[in-house]
């Protein structure tokens, strides 16, 4: 055994692995650990508050060079031990199936080295794909993914586009994966490095977040797919008469049956599919999802079980914010996954809209993170949002010009991760492709850097030290309000090619929580499968977003659990407008107790409510195409709150009960003002009564005012405190919740 392990050791020293800092004894163990509310590392016996630091993916990223140095030193003195680094299999998927070492070293075990070097304390989580290389496709065409828009462009590798790609469906491309994967972490574990290791972020599909590749473009149509999807079908119909009957073609068989393609996913009535006449698209969607899931579920299973040490697993799931084509893209299954015992935390960028990462934003992350802590998993932001040190813009996001405004929207990302009691790593993209590494503000410092600027690093210090105490303390949440929202709704929606659709998730899915983040409140977000597991007992307010597929079952829940103790009730759009068989407008009449008609407005339909105008504005712009459907409340009994503009049509109306109040609003809802009077007159508490974004809970409150905003602003705090701030425009302030005190000033 000792000669073995000399020459393991002496192999290693030929290819690069011998350092001067000490072999570890053992593999790291690291699981999450839930103290006071909050979800910590737990690593070797030790918590880590979950602050990470996360390189470009590019080699530049070297540390080595006299720029990853610099950065790694940075974020070392801010006392981040934590850095995330990301390794691409296909680079080192050899053709006879076997691990290049070498260039496994190259990409990712050199790296880590260095990065002890400068840090002996670091700690590592790997971000691994395993793509199937192009080698790999040339050998196996009938493995790829096809799509329903047109042929594979085998001259892009642009994986929105119709790149080549294996298929999810694939069962070969699983099986090899699974081979390459298990040599690589059987290597790694020999390694100083691996040693070292807490945490696998497992990347898949479409810029590792799991959304399908190519998914603008309507995959997937493959033979790998086709297969797949037989197979679904024989499980669900079980005969081809059941299938026939439930599609309404007499031709049909399990055997014959095909993936839908362009002409199909197109047709639909409007903004809803018709689950009666197209029952075929349907369940190809939901083939789909699953497929999606089974490998999911295969693989955080597989890291687990294939790394002989404690190890937190995580990945990309769960976008609701800034998304739309969400039959193509994935993340419909995200609640089962939720109660997945492999996988320990789910990651995402913030919110895409530009009231999210503008000046004075929402900073809100793309998930529902109040399903994720229910279920005791973790929610990891990826800071991505880029500062004055980097010249370009992308995503609709403000060009930074100075320290203050970027130490501005870093205090705003910071006080979501402490009122959502998440963790988030810094992205960053210094070497990035497609980034200038600096601009020419000044101080411009010699070597580039997201956040190389001694204000900026001064800044993250601070809100690093300031989390490692507040994790001692007990987390309050004390959210007043409650938003709900259901991914099988989106199984309804004609998403392809459809603009209404697109209107009326983007404003369902974005404005609704954009303005609520200014109405002065604070609020939860969940998904509504859990509905039943959340205590709504704390809740002066239930918003139900995209929540258009309401079971009879769910119905009478609502009304009797939900319907009560003097909570407002706010349904938006299309209330359970179908229940999975059928669309019924009577339905909608039935949740919101108020009498409710189809209208036809010819025009983009815009909704007046307190003077002010609301379009459907899909991508910051008004709406720009007429909706179909779209309701009227035609209600004697109810008290009106908004109009369709141009028309005496009731588009917003309440109507109170004695123990409950329902809102509706035909169109999804807008406005910080409307809200901010509903909020309040249902008992909720409003820290502020400017069009500020408001951020509380943890110990914190954060006020953000925009770019064009600024002034005298009163903030009232729970305890009955007033605060009063003379801010500046585009600026944040944090304040300690009980006392009133500004943090990081």
């Not at 590392?41 to 590019?58: C, D, E, R, W």
């Not at 007429?626 to 141009?646: H, K, M, T």
């Amino acid at each position: 055994m000792k000669l073995k392990f000399l020459f393991v050791t002496l192999l290693l020293c030929l290819l690069g692995g011998c350092s001067d800092y000490p072999a570890e004894k053992g593999l790291t163990k690291a699981r999450l650990e839930h103290k006071q509310g909050r979800a910590l590392y737990n690593i070797n016996g030790k918590l880590f508050v979950p602050i990470l630091y996360s390189p470009p993916f590019s080699i530049s990223r070297s540390p080595y060079g006299e720029d990853g140095r610099i950065n790694y030193s940075n974020f070392r003195d801010a006392g981040i031990d934590l850095v995330e680094m990301h390794m691409e299999l296909r680079n080192a998927w050899n053709r006879d199936g076997t691990l290049n070492i070498p260039m496994v070293r190259h990409e990712l075990i050199s790296v880590l080295e260095g990065i002890l070097e400068i840090n002996p304390d670091a700690y590592f989580q790997v971000r691994v794909d395993f793509h199937a290389p192009r080698w790999w496709l040339d050998r196996y065409p009938a493995e790829m993914v096809h799509y329903a828009r047109g042929p594979i462009d085998f001259g892009t590798t642009n994986d929105i586009g119709r790149a080549p790609n294996a298929s999810l469906a694939s069962e070969r491309w699983q099986q090899e994966a699974d081979v390459i994967v298990k040599q690589f972490l059987d290597y790694l574990q020999t390694t100083r490095v691996g040693k070292r290791v807490f945490s696998f972020l497992i990347g898949g599909a479409c810029g590792s977040e799991w959304t399908y590749f190519g998914y603008k473009q309507e995959p997937d149509t493959g033979d790998a797919m086709t297969r797949r999807f037989r197979q679904w079908l024989a499980d669900k119909y079980v005969t081809d008469v059941a299938l026939q009957q439930a599609w309404n073609d007499p031709r049909v068989t399990i055997a014959t049956a095909v993936v839908p393609d362009m002409e199909e996913r197109r047709y639909n009535l409007g903004v809803f599919r018709d689950p009666q006449k197209e029952r075929r698209i349907l369940d190809y969607y939901h083939c789909h999802q699953e497929t999606i899931e089974s490998v999911i579920n295969h693989f955080t299973q597989f890291f687990k079980e294939n790394w002989p040490s404690d190890v937190l697993v995580g990945l990309f799931n769960g976008y609701l914010f800034s998304d739309n084509d969400f039959n193509s893209t994935g993340y419909l299954y995200f609640g089962r996954l939720l109660d997945s015992p492999y996988i320990d935390f789910f990651a995402g960028p913030y919110n895409y809209n530009y009231d999210a990462r503008d000046a004075g934003g929402t900073s809100q992350p793309r998930s529902l993170v109040g399903s994720v802590n229910l279920h005791g998993k973790l929610f990891m932001t990826e800071q991505d949002r880029i500062t004055h040190l980097i010249a370009q813009s992308r995503n609709n996001e403000t060009t930074f010009t100075t320290d203050e405004q970027s130490v501005a929207m870093l205090r705003t990302n910071f006080a979501q991760l402490v009122s959502l009691a998440s963790g988030y790593w810094f992205e960053e993209f210094s070497g990035f492709p497609g980034y200038a590494p600096y601009v020419a503000h000044e101080p411009l410092q010699e070597y580039a850097g997201n956040f190389n600027s001694p204000a900026l690093m001064s800044e993250i210090g601070r809100q690093k030290r300031y989390y490692d105490q507040a994790v001692h303390h007990d987390y309050e949440r004390e959210a007043d309000v409650a938003f709900f929202y259901d991914f099988d709704t989106f199984y309804y929606l004609a998403e392809v090619d459809n603009r209404q659709t697109r209107e009326i998730e983007y404003a369902s899915n974005n404005w609704l929580t954009a303005d609520a983040y200014r109405s002065g409140v604070s609020f939860d977000t969940y998904l509504y499968s859990d509905l039943r597991n959340v205590d709504l007992s704390r809740y002066k307010a239930v918003v139900f977003g995209t929540t258009y597929c309401i079971s009879d079952e769910d119905m009478v829940f609502i009304n009797d659990q939900v319907k009560k103790d003097g909570r407002l009730v706010i349904f938006n759009y299309a209330p359970a407008y179908t229940d999975g068989t059928k669309l019924d407008v009577r339905r909608i009449g039935k949740i919101t107790e108020m009498e409710v008609r189809p209208i036809k407005i010819t025009t983009p339909p815009v909704m007046t409510i307190l003077g002010n105008h609301y379009g459907l504005e899909a991508d910051g712009s008004p709406g720009r195409v007429p909706v179909s459907p779209l309701f009227e409340i035609d209600d004697a009994g109810v008290e009106v709150l908004g109009r369709y503009q141009g028309s005496d049509a009731v588009a917003v109306a309440r109507k109170k009960q004695p123990d409950y109040t329902v809102v509706y609003a035909a169109l999804p809802l807008r406005g910080p003002g409307m809200m901010r009077k509903l909020f309040r007159e249902a008992g909720a508490h409003i820290y502020n009564d400017a069009d500020d974004v408001v951020i509380a809970g943890g110990g914190i409150v954060c006020v953000a005012t925009r770019e064009d905003a600024g002034g005298p602003r009163t903030i009232h705090l729970r305890n009955g405190k007033q605060v009063e701030l003379d801010m500046k425009p585009g600026t944040t302030v944090i304040l300690d919740e009980h006392t009133g005190k500004i943090l990081f000033d």
